[in-house]
T-cell receptor, first 111, second 116 residues
């Protein structure tokens, strides 16, 4: 079962930062937080992942709270192509590294 | 980067037909692959873990005789939907890679299965 909760939907103005929250209060100490996004009728695309420290790559930044019970994905300058469903996933570490997807957040970037 | 390829991308067939979907890792070896199913406006649901050279591990509620998985090589896993019926119509997606928890999985582009 998914160990994350996310808002169902969010809007963001084009060019502004999109901040997508995720709660994972039951996360274990060695479990990573992963973010993927899915554009309609395509497979999920990897964005970023982290364990404790904040992470940044060319796509986004990931901010993980000190207690690791929540995180925020930041798209610094949202474009129309960032409109997608964003999934926050806690990777199960004790049974085979499976991904159990939650409901995700449908992000709409508005012109 | 790592690429996972699925084939076919779309299939339409009559009820009672068996359909095979292929998942290939193109530039890396994958001892483990995963199969998901996604219904319209819903999230991805993990169906099974495909293990190279051994039996697949199915999630609770997934019929192993209905969804046959074969992982005969380090770059290919197949999912066969046997005697498909309209309720099996769905978007099937595979993933591979990420054998440790600190490595991402990479997903194929999915197969849209429509049973008439």
């Amino acid at each position: 079962d998914a160990k994350t909760t996310q808002p169902t939907s969010m809007d963001c103005a084009e060019g502004r930062a999109a901040n997508l929250p995720c709660n994972h209060s039951t996360i274990s100490g060695n479990e990573y937080v992963y973010w993927y996004r899915q554009i309609h009728s395509q497979g999920p695309q990897y964005i970023i992942h982290g364990l404790k420290n904040n992470e940044t790559n060319e796509m986004a930044s990931l901010i993980i709270t000190e207690d690791r019970k929540s995180s925020t994905l930041i798209l610094p300058h949202a474009t129309l192509r960032d409109t997608a469903v964003y999934y926050c996933i806690v990777r199960v570490s004790n049974t085979g590294n499976q991904f159990y997807f939650g409901t995700g957040t449908s992000l709409t970037v508005i012109p | 980067g790592a690429v996972v390829s699925q084939h076919p991308s779309r299939v339409i067939c009559k009820s009672g037909t068996s359909v095979k979907i292929e998942c290939r890792s193109l530039d890396f070896q994958a001892t483990t692959m995963f199969w998901y199913r996604q219904f319209p406006k819903q999230s991805l649901m993990l169906m099974a873990t495909s293990n190279e050279g051994s039996k697949a591990t199915y999630e609770q509620g997934v019929e192993k005789d209905k969804f046959l998985i074969n992982h005969a090589s380090l770059t290919l896993s197949t999912l066969t939907v046997t005697s498909a019926h309209p309720e099996d119509s769905s978007f099937y997606i595979c993933s591979a890679g990420g054998t440790t928890s600190n490595q991402p999985q990479h997903f194929g582009d999915g197969t849209r299965l429509s049973i008439l």
